[in-house]
């Protein structure tokens, strides 16, 4: 009788198990998929399978086109709106029927001037620093955060002549995951003090930074800003793209020891991916 009991409990552990996992409530150990795509990119998976974009410049000269390819995508997030950061979003956001997300000002010069349909950039997925959202059915919130840097969509008028459009503030991420990891992506910026407070409240765990200065953080700002934002894992980024952004890894990993800052730099090259 009590072998029976015990048989008949493991059974019902094991439907219960089998009905969470259909209702999307155990992840049954899976983790969440960062992949660095080159330059400010990344695609992100969660445990669930949904799949958010940063600032996708895929034709960046750091990407192998053959890792370029975009099979699917849910939201697309974009920092601010120099083109190296915009990059191809209007065709992922068409081609996947997927959603922006973006401070209010983008989300109206994307849909004025770049022609992404309205659908794709509502009140649902627009905001501004201090905002969160919660989305792919409750499993992901994305916060925007503020960030130190320019923002605004360059193009030229039928003379030829160069203007720009503003594109509300620049913003960094903080994406937490249910049953994954926090992640922050700094964005374009530099150092600056509320980095701490974004630490503090958010905790993330792996922190996406730019090193290399010139128009992002110099060295002993990103380590600095390691310092202050206290992550376990940082993937350095935003380097070596452009002449004048030829930081290293080598100039960061050195400014982190120099300031006694312990972390763990996971260095990726554009197209591979870490778990966590």
């Not at 919130?141 to 130190?148: H, K, L």
């Not at 002449?243 to 960061?252: E, F, G, R, S, W």
């Not at 050195?254 to 312990?262: D, E, F, W, Y």
């Amino acid at each position: 009788m009590r072998r029976l009991l015990h048989l008949t409990l493991a059974m019902l552990g094991v439907l219960l198990v089998a009905v969470l996992l259909q209702n999307g409530r155990v992840d049954a150990g899976k983790k969440t998929k960062v992949t660095w795509l080159g330059h400010a990119s990344f695609r992100i998976e969660t445990p669930r399978g949904r799949v958010l974009y940063i600032d996708p410049w895929l034709k960046n000269p750091q990407l192998p086109a053959a890792k370029a390819k975009v099979d699917r995508a849910d939201f697309v997030l974009i920092t601010h709106g120099h083109f190296d950061h915009v990059g191809e979003a209007v065709e992922i956001l068409q081609r996947t029927n997927s959603q922006l997300v973006a401070t209010f000002e983008l989300g109206l010069v994307m849909i004025n001037e770049l022609g992404l349909p309205s659908d794709k950039a509502t009140f649902a997925t627009l905001m501004n620093p201090g905002g969160t959202i919660t989305v792919a059915d409750g499993e992901v919130d994305i916060s925007m955060v503020p960030a130190v840097h320019g923002s605004g969509y360059q193009f030229k008028d039928a003379a030829g002549k160069e203007h720009i459009l503003y594109t509300g503030p620049p913003v960094g991420y903080v994406v937490r995951i249910k049953n994954g990891t926090t992640i922050y992506h700094t964005g374009d910026t530099t150092l600056f003090g509320d980095m701490r407070l974004i630490g503090e409240f958010f905790r993330p765990e792996v922190m996406l930074i730019n090193i290399g200065g010139h128009f992002n953080m110099e060295a002993p700002l990103a380590a600095r800003a390691t310092a202050l934002v206290r992550p376990k894992v940082v993937i350095p980024m935003h380097f070596g793209t452009f002449p004048v952004i030829q930081q290293t890894t080598a100039a960061y990993e050195a400014a982190l020891q120099q300031q006694g800052v312990k972390v763990r730099v996971r260095k990726l090259k554009p197209g591979e991916t870490a778990e966590f």
